[in-house]
């Protein structure tokens, strides 16, 4: 999949190393590597880390704590609104001490994935992290990338091929449908991480561990129950749950839809790539300000995040300039888009993928 060429900085004044002489390969990481190192940009931010979940979770709370005094009225549902953005800002917390940003201590990331994941969402971070990481491996990658695999959507027009019945008519029409069926997201993240820890085959590799995320999954279960019928009558209350379910997956389904629709996928049977082409090529920034940066997440800075997963999220903005100037040099192509051009990218690869079944 091609795309126009976007315009690149010119060599960042931050980096003092400078860009070796000659032209690196392709595939030479090493010197980025050791560029990013000398900056600093892989040191954690644990004091921005701290403030962000403080004042996250005091959002939180504050939401919790309007529901319950605005009380049963349809009222109730405009908060729903912030309830989701602020369930998306602790998903990429969890996120982000999944790919372990957030501290050096492992034990610390996963007590901070096992809070904003299972306790506070429903979302198992076992699952989560076992599915994101092998996608992070081997992005757009056919064979290896659990994102790319058949589903509801597919991917490429040979999976587009083997579709029959209903799922030929959703492929068909899927740039349509995509952002309407993201609505479900929300409610099949958690489907999927009560199937998974639920899985016999997991409780006999490590009981101990699954024990600990059903008992966080089923106390979120039970506090978010209990807390929409202290607020609001049953109806309202259900009512209330969809909308914020809805809300939550579109949020987050928005947020990563442009990361790598539409971007290349290697060829399974074809050459290898090194680290960095193979991160790069596949994957595609989206600018913007502070208000992007915000609700993405960080995940805008795409390419970043994904050559160095554990880059401290406050970071990915200052290492841009740098890996824009060393693909350069490389020539290795730096795809970087606004928002809704990436839509439109995406939506475009999809509708594509469906063409020969229209």
Request: contains cysteine; hydrophobic residues 45%; aromatic residues 8%.
């Amino acid at each position: 999949m091609s795309h126009a060429p976007v315009a690149l900085d010119p060599p960042p004044s931050r980096n003092s190393g400078g860009v070796a002489e000659e032209a690196p390969a392709s595939d030479a990481f090493a010197p980025l590597l050791r560029q990013i190192r000398g900056q600093r940009l892989l040191d954690r931010r644990t004091g921005w880390y701290t403030a962000s979940i403080s004042l996250n979770a005091l959002a939180l709370a504050g939401v919790v704590g309007a529901l319950l005094m605005v009380g049963d009225s349809w009222w109730a549902l405009v908060l729903a609104v912030p309830f989701a953005i602020l369930s998306a800002r602790t998903g990429f917390i969890g996120h982000d001490a999944g790919h372990s940003q957030i501290s050096a201590s492992r034990r610390t990331n996963r007590l901070l994935g096992l809070i904003h994941g299972n306790l506070l969402l429903g979302m198992s971070s076992a699952w989560w992290n076992d599915k994101h990481n092998r996608h992070h491996a081997n992005p757009n990658h056919l064979d290896k990338d659990p994102d790319v695999g058949e589903g509801v959507l597919v991917w490429t027009q040979a999976q587009a091929e083997r579709r029959a019945g209903m799922a030929r008519w959703l492929t068909r029409n899927q740039a349509w449908l995509f952002f309407p069926l993201l609505t479900l997201e929300g409610i099949a993240l958690k489907v999927a991480s009560v199937r998974m820890v639920a899985a016999s085959a997991d409780w006999d590799r490590n009981g101990r561990a699954r024990a600990t995320e059903a008992v966080l999954l089923a106390a979120h279960h039970v506090g978010y129950v209990a807390l929409l019928t202290a607020a609001l009558s049953p109806g309202r209350a259900v009512v209330f749950a969809l909308v914020h379910h809805a809300l939550f997956g579109l949020h987050l389904g928005a947020v990563f839809a442009p990361n790598h629709k539409g971007m290349e996928m290697p060829d399974p049977d074809g050459e290898r790539w090194g680290h960095l082409r193979k991160q790069v090529l596949t994957s595609r920034n989206v600018r913007g300000g502070w208000l992007t940066d915000w609700l993405m997440g960080g995940l805008n800075y795409q390419i970043e995040h994904h050559l160095f997963p554990s880059m401290p999220r406050p970071h990915l903005r200052l290492a841009r300039p740098l890996v824009r100037h060393y693909c350069r040099v490389a020539d290795v192509r730096y795809t970087e888009t606004g928002l809704l051009d990436s839509y439109r990218l995406a939506l475009r690869h999809m509708h594509e993928v469906g063409a020969p079944l229209r």
